[in-house]
């Protein structure tokens, strides 16, 4: 179940990284804007956002184990 969940929080993370920059981040483009603030900016503060959120959920899940510590 956790390499199932680990799998999925990988490809999460590659999506959102491989669509912002192949799809969101064009040159030139400041529409639509959220309460005056433009495109690129909202939408690279979710992005980064959610791969934040999805490593926590990693580290959460999937925690360090340093093997020389034991």
Not at 22 to 35: H, I, R, T, V, Y
Not at 53 to 63: C, D, E, H, N, R
Request: hydrophobic fraction near 55%.
């Amino acid at each position: 179940m956790k390499s199932k969940l680990w799998k999925q929080l990988v490809l999460a993370v590659l999506v959102l990284t491989a669509c912002s920059y192949l799809f969101l981040f064009k040159e030139e483009k400041s529409d639509p804007s959220l309460a005056n603030v433009p495109f690129a900016f909202w939408s690279g503060f979710l992005i980064t956002v959610l791969v934040v959120l999805a490593t926590f959920i990693g580290s959460k899940v999937f925690p360090f184990d340093d093997p020389k510590k034991q």
